[in-house]
């Protein structure tokens, strides 16, 4: 990975530019992901608890797929084109929980863990559990309004169960996880044996499960998250962190759980935007400039 970062980094000018603005008809888009066929078989239909429904947000702080404007059809394809990758690794070795995280905060993990999780569950059969597993900054919680429930704190302490957490929303097939209130350290949340059994129960309700962790560096708690995870994926924002911390964060990441890197926030009008084939059997693609929160 580290080898990687480098040729990426060296092969991305700083240039300012902006993302072509080609139009885009979004419902062509979503008509197009309906339309695909899944590579993996149903997943068992065990049943949830009647939950609380949240509304993915529109307009300008919304995810990408959902936004009322026109966006970039480069985006959408390279957040399909992850989905793709990920479920073909998946039918090979069925794995069901993914952690992303980045180097440092800014890079877009929380956007992409949004975005990949409205395109998993545009499909037939592909339910899927987003998970704000950053019990400090709570990012993923805010993007969804800040709902007035329960979360994952409260499933780690055991107050609740997982499946009266686990709230609905207006997307079918999506259904998410909000960080919760928090009234420890966050790390302390992930060192018992909770977090290992409520990764257990989603691998046997979800398709895939998607859990959006802090950082990898300062903190302890994206070690301790995803030592439970099945995988884990990398979202690295051109010219954002410093190469010597990106070698820090290869050296820190399980090589057995690494998938890829999502390399986010290119300039699509740059000869080096071609998904940068040649890591991990094209297991890393970009995402154009502009599609970062």
Same mark, same amino acid.
């Given at each position: #990975?580290? *080898?990687?970062?480098?040729?990426?980094?060296?092969?991305?000018?700083?240039?300012?530019?902006?993302?072509?603005? $080609?139009?885009? @008809?979004?419902? *062509?888009?979503?008509?197009?992901?309906?339309?695909?066929?899944?590579?993996?078989? $149903?997943? /068992?239909?065990?049943?949830?608890?009647?939950?609380?429904?949240?509304?993915?947000?529109?307009?300008?702080?919304?995810?990408?797929?959902?936004?009322?404007?026109?966006?970039?059809?480069?985006?959408?394809?390279?957040?399909?084109?992850?989905?793709?990758?990920?479920?073909?690794?998946?039918? $090979?070795?069925?794995?069901?929980?993914?952690?992303?995280?980045?180097?440092?905060?800014?890079?877009? $993990?929380?956007?992409?863990? #949004?975005?990949?999780?409205? =395109?998993?569950?545009?499909?037939?059969?592909? +339910?899927?559990?987003?998970?704000?597993?950053?019990? *400090?900054?709570?990012?993923?919680?805010?993007?969804?309004?800040?709902?007035?429930?329960?979360?994952?704190?409260?499933?780690?302490?055991?107050?609740?169960?997982?499946?009266?957490?686990?709230?609905?929303? !207006?997307?079918?097939?999506? &259904?998410?996880?909000?960080?919760?209130?928090?009234?420890?350290?966050? /790390?302390?949340?992930?060192?018992?044996?909770?977090?290992?059994?409520?990764?257990?129960? =989603?691998?046997?309700? &979800?398709?895939?499960?998607?859990? !959006?962790? /802090?950082?990898? %560096?300062? %903190?302890?708690? &994206?070690?301790?998250?995803?030592?439970?995870?099945?995988?884990?994926?990398?979202?690295?924002?051109?010219?954002?962190?410093? +190469? @010597?911390?990106?070698?820090?964060?290869?050296?820190?990441?399980?090589?057995?759980?690494?998938?890829?890197?999502? &390399?986010?926030?290119?300039?699509?009008?740059?000869?080096?935007?071609?998904?940068?084939?040649?890591?991990?059997?094209?297991?890393?693609?970009?995402? /154009?400039?502009?599609?970062?929160?």
């Amino acid at each position: #990975m580290s *080898r990687y970062l480098n040729e990426i980094q060296k092969a991305n000018p700083r240039n300012q530019s902006q993302t072509d603005g $080609k139009d885009l @008809d979004i419902r *062509r888009v979503l008509e197009s992901l309906k339309e695909a066929t899944p590579l993996l078989t $149903k997943a /068992p239909d065990v049943g949830l608890k009647e939950s609380v429904r949240v509304e993915i947000q529109t307009g300008n702080n919304a995810p990408l797929i959902l936004r009322d404007d026109t966006s970039s059809q480069s985006a959408l394809e390279a957040y399909r084109g992850l989905r793709t990758r990920l479920m073909r690794i998946q039918s $090979k070795s069925g794995l069901r929980t993914i952690a992303i995280t980045s180097t440092v905060p800014g890079e877009g $993990k929380t956007l992409t863990v #949004m975005n990949l999780g409205l =395109c998993y569950s545009q499909l037939a059969d592909q +339910r899927v559990l987003i998970v704000d597993g950053d019990l *400090r900054t709570r990012g993923l919680t805010q993007l969804l309004g800040n709902p007035d429930t329960m979360g994952l704190a409260e499933v780690l302490s055991g107050k609740i169960t997982a499946e009266e957490a686990v709230l609905s929303t !207006d997307q079918k097939n999506l &259904f998410v996880m909000p960080a919760g209130m928090v009234a420890s350290p966050a /790390p302390e949340h992930f060192t018992g044996e909770r977090w290992q059994e409520f990764l257990g129960w =989603c691998s046997t309700t &979800f398709r895939i499960v998607l859990v !959006d962790t /802090p950082p990898v %560096l300062p %903190l302890a708690d &994206f070690e301790l998250i995803s030592a439970a995870c099945d995988g884990i994926v990398a979202v690295v924002r051109a010219h954002h962190a410093e +190469r @010597d911390l990106l070698q820090k964060t290869a050296s820190a990441l399980d090589p057995k759980k690494l998938i890829g890197v999502v &390399f986010n926030a290119t300039d699509v009008k740059s000869a080096s935007y071609n998904y940068d084939y040649g890591y991990r059997q094209s297991n890393s693609l970009s995402v /154009p400039r502009g599609q970062v929160q």
